[in-house]
């Protein structure tokens, strides 16, 4: 059976004064957690606002038990990241019915 975690996050980006600083860090972040949790992500909201990016990432397989430890192993790394800060984050695993 198929199980999607899906992690919703926000992050503080305190010194990008520009939509372009802010894209360029969203940029190598994502590119980074991609290959590191073969994750899907997007930047989902506050599109427009400099210092503040809200991302979704989604990862399927067919162990809650592996997604639990992917998604507590980005979390993790968004927690420990140096570019910005971790503001909020939210976590839901889907289950087939």
């Avoid at 996050?9 to 980074?32: C, G, S």
């Avoid at 639990?68 to 976590?91: F, I, Y």
């Amino acid at each position: 059976m198929l199980h999607i975690g899906v992690l919703q996050f926000t992050l503080e980006i305190p010194y990008a004064e520009t939509l372009k600083d802010k894209r360029n860090v969203i940029k190598a972040l994502k590119d980074r957690l991609r290959r590191s949790f073969n994750v899907s992500i997007a930047e989902i909201e506050d599109l427009d606002i400099c210092t503040i990016a809200t991302l979704g990432a989604v990862v399927a397989g067919s162990d809650t038990a592996h997604l639990n430890s992917t998604m507590d192993h980005l979390l993790n790394e968004l927690r420990e990241w140096r570019d910005g800060s971790l503001a909020d984050h939210q976590l839901e695993i889907i289950l087939p019915r």
